[in-house]
């Protein structure tokens, strides 16, 4: 201690000053592009969750800094974030919307041996085939929704014709793939659909899409489509009229594309989400409660999944890092790996052989003009007409180990 003490005079610092040095983690975020109302409703979810843990003490004695870079939705930019921000010393990394963005980061922070948690990215592929030890997924898979979202079509939609409009992109792929096996849909003879390219689609590429929908007598368009996509594409339903003829499924529907594309134009509309503001009084989360209105006092609106996703992360990061007493990413995954945790829903778990977040999924309706208006919020967009629990909606550990195989990769992560 003596020797420590006289180095640290001779070199003119302090020892409080050393222990002071702040823990860096990065987000890698889409600022600008595509998905970038999302990419902003992660970082406030980030800024919220540093705050608190600052106020409280900090992490392992020492303030969290945060830094960020832009990835304009483009997998080889946010590649090269990661290097820029391990650069600058960021010991855990996390962000991203695209699930294509996901795994490009992920795949160069497992380069660098360091943790990258994939905050939205739904393509089945994130914690199946690209999946590694490096990577943790904080959202739902694109089979989790399917499967939640499969049960209620089913039930409620007995024997209806389908018709898919996807996005040209692995997780526009595998939503279509999973709600197909989900709802008995996999004929395309009788339920056809439309590949619309990404991510560089034009509104005539909507248009002629849902033209096809239209002249297929479908009583159920399946929109595989996200963020400014889908927002595209509802618009040029409702001035087509099908928004009020046809069911409309979104398998992925978040506050964020209800409110860019208009929650009058989005009515009835179904699909999935693995958290939304109504959720903690739903679960009696006193912790949801707490940080819904946090956010809500300190941005004066509601947070969205994307911004409950970057505040999970961080939260479930730093209680790992304090539990292993460890910023190494080894001893932290070691310590997130099978571990069960409630935060701001009810019970989840970072599952060990693929990372996972197993969590109840529900599948919402959005809520008419009336129910929207009444709350003082104007952001009461969404109502759960059911739900799955993790368990039930996540593969299995045998699926997973065929996927791996047929894709000629191990069966345990490295």
Do not use: C
């Not at 705050?51 to 003490?57: Q, S, T, V």
């Not at 089979?143 to 409620?156: V, W």
């Not at 070691?334 to 778990?349: C, G």
């Amino acid at each position: 201690m003596r020797m420590i003490l006289a180095l640290a005079l001779w070199l003119g610092i302090s020892i409080t000053a050393i222990a002071e040095e702040p823990i860096i983690i990065g987000l890698n975020f889409p600022r600008t592009g595509h998905y970038k109302e999302e990419g902003l409703a992660q970082m406030r979810g980030a800024l919220l969750a540093i705050d608190e843990i600052n106020a409280k003490g900090g992490l392992l004695g020492r303030p969290i800094k945060l830094i960020t870079r832009d990835t304009a939705s483009r997998p080889e930019k946010a590649a090269r974030n990661v290097d820029s921000m391990i650069g600058e010393g960021a010991v855990m990394l996390f962000g991203s919307v695209s699930s294509a963005v996901a795994v490009a980061a992920a795949e160069r922070a497992r380069q660098n041996k360091t943790i990258y948690f994939s905050t939205i990215g739904y393509a089945n592929d994130v914690t199946t085939e690209k999946g590694h030890r490096y990577i943790f997924r904080e959202s739902t898979s694109a089979t989790m929704s399917a499967r939640a979202l499969g049960e209620y079509l089913t039930l409620n939609f007995p024997n209806k014709k389908y018709f898919y409009i996807t996005a040209d992109y692995s997780w526009g792929h595998s939503s279509e793939e999973s709600l197909r096996k989900n709802t008995n849909t996999q004929d395309t003879n009788t339920h056809p659909g439309v590949l619309v390219p990404f991510p560089s689609a034009k509104q005539s590429d909507y248009s002629s899409a849902l033209k096809k929908a239209e002249e297929s007598n479908a009583e159920v368009i399946v929109l595989a489509l996200y963020g400014h996509d889908l927002v595209r594409a509802m618009r040029t339903a409702d001035t087509m009229g099908l928004n009020r003829k046809t069911q409309i499924v979104a398998p992925n529907l978040t506050q964020t594309v209800i409110e860019q594309t208009g929650p009058s134009l989005m009515v009835g509309v179904l699909g999935t989400e693995h958290w939304f503001w109504r959720v903690p009084e739903i679960e009696k989360s006193g912790t949801g409660l707490m940080f819904t209105k946090n956010f809500s006092d300190r941005y004066g609106l509601y947070p969205a999944s994307a911004a409950a996703s970057a505040y999970t992360v961080i939260y479930q990061w730093a209680d790992a890092v304090s539990r292993s007493k460890s910023l190494d990413s080894a001893n932290v995954i070691k310590a997130l790996e099978n571990h069960e945790y409630q935060l701001l829903k009810d019970k989840a778990q970072w599952r060990g052989f693929d990372h996972q977040n197993v969590q109840t999924v529900y599948v919402v309706r959005v809520n008419g003009r009336e129910t929207v208006v009444r709350h003082p919020s104007r952001q009461d967009y969404l109502e759960v007409v059911h739900s799955l629990s993790g368990d039930k909606a996540a593969i299995s550990h045998d699926e997973w180990k065929e996927l791996r195989k047929a894709a000629k990769q191990p069966d345990t992560l490295r």
